[in-house]
């Protein structure tokens, strides 16, 4: 009996360790690097970062992914914006003039990209999950992959004002505006808390799972790991 319940027990930490996997690495490379712009943060698909112009750093990533952030750090001149990564491991690199490079985008997706880039509205944050969801916010327009992820957002700028950015994973979104923010789905507590006391013009946030990633404008930054 004692043997069963030990193994029980064993089998529970490790389902637990499965829930709650640790980014370490993430706050490792955030504390060492202060100029940390922004993110891409995974429960099973590894973690990575930006920083200064074209610095990065990933662990367990996509080999496709981190090769191309190489390849863009290597340029010298490129200025790598953001980055995104999904759980299945489809992913985008934001870099240079409005440039693009990605790996298995919803097809509805790369074609709003490319009509973006088109109009030369300069695109400041692409979040995507692997339902289906996704948002592109520009400089001058707003767009997303259903009418109803449209009404949410377009109320949430009527009631809070100029959407800054979001993040949607697959099972919450968040939306941050000029005077405050809305979500649905489970979004950590201490991240709404956190953004409640945020004084600052917030231009990335990450969120998979419990973990969390935001920065501002002036250099402002928390994080939960």
Same mark, same amino acid.
């Given at each position: ?29 955030? @504390? ?8 891409? =943060?995974?429960?099973?698909? @590894? ?126 979104? =968040? ?51």
């Amino acid at each position: 009996m004692k043997k069963v319940i030990l193994l029980f027990v064993s089998f529970a930490m490790v389902l637990c360790m499965q829930a709650e996997p640790s980014h370490k690495f993430l706050e490792k490379q955030i @504390g060492k690097h202060k100029n940390c712009k922004s993110v891409a =943060i995974t429960k099973k698909n @590894g973690d990575a970062l930006l920083y200064g112009d074209c610095g990065w750093a990933t662990t367990k990533c996509p080999v496709a992914f981190s090769r191309k952030l190489f390849e863009l750090s290597e340029w010298g001149d490129t200025i790598i914006q953001d980055i995104h990564l999904s759980e299945l491991g489809r992913w985008l690199i934001l870099y240079g003039n409005n440039q693009v490079s990605s790996y298995l985008l919803y097809e509805n997706l790369e074609e709003q990209i490319q009509r973006c880039q088109e109009k030369k509205d300069n695109i400041t944050t692409v979040t995507f999950n692997d339902k289906g969801d996704w948002i592109v916010i520009c400089e001058n327009s707003l767009s997303a992959s259903s009418d109803d992820l449209m009404d949410w957002l377009s109320e949430g700028c009527q009631k809070y004002g100029q959407l800054w950015t979001a993040c949607v994973t697959d099972n919450a979104a =968040i939306a941050i505006y000029e005077f405050g923010f809305k979500y649905w789905g489970s979004i950590p507590e201490d991240l709404k808390n956190a953004l409640r006391t945020c004084k600052s013009d917030v231009y990335t946030v990450k969120i998979a799972g419990n973990a969390w990633f935001f920065k501002c404008t002036n250099g402002y930054w928390r994080c939960h790991l």
